[in-house]
């Protein structure tokens, strides 16, 4: 069987963006053994629900943009960069398709911002000037250890990690400020307690979030490569269930 993956363009108008971004998802997603599929950020919404009918789980990627602090209830501060009204369009839409159906969900760097908020969390505007962190979030793309995460026992993370202590890269200047319905946290910076990874609190729905990008490091880190490989074979068991038995946040 062909497993599809249902990702989101990261952007609807930086094509240098998703030009530079979009191959290392894609690659990732193949090594692991699943097809991604990619959604246009411009298309009909009866044309995004026919694509989404054929696929097995939800790959939420990064973004150039910030998530708009109106959906969570604050007002922009400088810091905080604008916002891609397409993109948010798109991923409530996958978000509202996968937990109707109870598709596994992997949501990287904006990714797991746009999920938090979607499940009525809060985020972090601008990391340097809310919270005057030391730690350098966004070192840049090419640093691979940017800095170290401390994992949550007994979580998806930890099975992956197969420890309670990692490294990961790091490119963002928000994060998660107050977790969203039913999410856990899994992982965070020991130096200034950055929010660095989530799960939804439930053992029969795969739904994992990393603040790091796990695509760009999957030759070089097996943490990554065991993150994709997770969520690919969540993918592999998933069942579709009714919608009308399915929760979805207010």
Request: charged share 15%.
């Amino acid at each position: 069987m062909i497993i599809r993956i249902a990702m989101p363009e990261p952007t609807s108008t930086d094509a240098a963006y998703n030009a530079r971004s979009l191959p290392s998802y894609v690659a990732a997603l193949q090594s692991a053994g699943a097809t991604p599929v990619i959604i246009p950020l411009h298309e009909r919404q009866d044309r995004v629900a026919r694509l989404l009918a054929g696929t097995h789980g939800v790959l939420l990627p990064g973004s150039g943009f910030d998530v708009d602090p109106e959906r969570y209830g604050e007002s922009r501060i400088p810091a905080c960069g604008p916002a891609d009204a397409a993109r948010s369009a798109v991923d409530e839409l996958l978000l509202q398709d996968a937990f109707n159906l109870h598709k596994p969900i992997f949501a990287i760097c904006y990714g797991v911002q746009a999920l938090n908020v979607w499940l009525n969390g809060s985020l972090i505007q601008d990391l340097e000037a809310v919270l005057h962190t030391t730690v350098n979030h966004a070192p840049g793309r090419d640093v691979v250890n940017a800095h170290p995460i401390h994992i949550v026992a007994a979580s998806r993370l930890s099975m992956a990690a197969g420890s309670s202590e990692d490294n990961c890269n790091s490119s963002h200047h928000q994060a998660i400020g107050r977790p969203g319905d039913n999410l856990r946290v899994t992982g965070v910076c020991p130096t200034d307690g950055v929010i660095e990874a989530v799960e939804l609190d439930s053992p029969s729905h795969f739904v994992v979030g990393v603040q790091w990008h796990p695509e760009r490091t999957y030759t070089a880190s097996p943490l990554s490569r065991a993150l994709f490989a997770a969520f690919v074979k969540a993918a592999e068991t998933w069942q579709p269930r009714s919608a009308e038995r399915s929760a979805t946040p207010a």
